[in-house]
């Protein structure tokens, strides 16, 4: 099974989810403060949790993920709460996949590692004091069959970010679940 990148396997866990989102990310919950107000953009959304916590906050959300059926399920969702949401289908493993996603006042990266070349392309899609948001397992997670150790966020990962964007939170934490991080940056304008 592969965390990140195998649409079959995510396809089938969304068909076969019971009838309402989970509860949203609590670290987002927590850090709401640093977002800018505005658009967000939810990569690898899943069936949005996330997404509608954030919608309920009154931010203008775009949700993109692989799974056709993680994106309707959202859809669905978001129709019975009267909420309009944009869904792209987007698989992020091929190259150039956020070209012409425009651009946010914040990103979202919820449980899903990115790779450093969408790292790069991420930094340009973002406002001037937009808010890139990435939590997920950390290099501390044990790894199992399911979770692999490139699953794992490490803090190399954002070597190659430039230096339009500063990190001005990072968080620790462990429960049931696992070891999860918290990276919040915030893209500086140009002077
Ligand atoms: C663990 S879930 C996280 C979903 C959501 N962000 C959340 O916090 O509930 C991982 C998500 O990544 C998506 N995903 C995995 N590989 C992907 C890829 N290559 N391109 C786009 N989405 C992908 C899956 O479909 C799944 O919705």
């Known amino acids: 099974m592969k965390y990140i990148g195998d649409r079959h396997y995510w396809d089938e866990k969304f068909e076969n989810k019971s009838d309402k989102p989970l509860s949203p990310e609590k670290s987002i919950i927590e850090n709401m403060e640093y977002f800018k107000k505005g658009t967000v953009l939810d990569i690898a959304c899943g069936d949005g949790r996330n997404t509608f916590f954030l919608l309920e906050k009154g931010f203008k959300v775009t949700g993109i993920d692989f799974s056709y059926k993680a994106l309707k399920r959202l859809e669905k969702f978001a129709k019975l709460i009267n909420c309009t949401v944009n869904t792209q289908q987007i698989d992020l493993c091929e190259k150039n996949a956020l070209k012409d996603i425009g651009t946010f006042d914040n990103i979202v990266i919820n449980h899903y590692r990115i790779n450093k070349e969408q790292l790069k392309e991420i930094e340009n899609i973002i406002t001037d004091d937009g808010i890139l948001f990435i939590c997920g397992f950390g ?53």
């Open 139 to 191: 290099h501390k997670h044990k790894v199992d069959a399911k979770i692999r150790k490139e699953d794992l966020i490490q803090p190399t990962d954002f070597n190659v970010l430039d230096k339009s964007l500063e990190l001005i939170k990072y968080e620790e934490n462990e429960d049931e679940r696992g070891f999860f991080v918290t990276y919040i940056f915030q893209k500086m304008k140009k002077l």
